[in-house]
């Protein structure tokens, strides 16, 4: 456990960036948000579905400073991740971002209720706009001055 939490602390020191952890099935729209996320100067760690990101978590969980968590994805769905996430001492303080294409009342209220920081409907937002939403919650990586 303590090699990983130097890989955790290796992370942060050698990029100075804040982290950003996708939880998104879609391929496509993981490399979007990855290239949206980068260009603003943050390092973005991604994973495939819910089990995925908590695994994530437990490996490197000192390094992640906010989740953007897919609700619909295959092995954990993104409210089961979320419960799961925030039921856990050491994790429950990262803010969370669940990012859907479904525009529905239950799932923002559920996911909102689940401890969700944020309920990002992806067909009514660009990947910039995601960008300045992640801004509000976490200040963006600070920029180097060379």
């Known amino acids: 456990m303590r090699a990983l939490s130097q890989f955790a602390e290796k992370i942060k020191m050698e990029n100075d960036k804040q982290v950003v952890l996708i939880a998104e099935d879609e391929a496509d729209i993981r490399e979007m948000y990855f290239v949206a996320l980068t260009g603003k100067g943050y390092t973005v760690l991604q994973a495939k579905n819910g089990s995925e990101a908590f695994e994530w978590l437990e490996k490197k969980g000192g390094v992640v400073d906010l989740i ?30 669940v990012s859907t294409n479904l525009d529905n009342a239950d799932d923002k209220r559920e996911a909102l209720g689940l401890g969700a920081n944020e309920y990002f409907v992806k067909s009514h937002h660009t990947p910039s706009e995601l960008v300045e939403i992640i801004h509000k919650i976490i200040a963006p990586p600070a920029k180097k001055i060379i």
């Open 68 to 97: 953007l968590l897919d609700i619909v994805m295959p092995v954990m769905d993104g409210f089961e991740t979320l419960e799961k996430i925030k039921k856990d001492e050491k994790f429950r303080n990262i803010p969370i971002i």
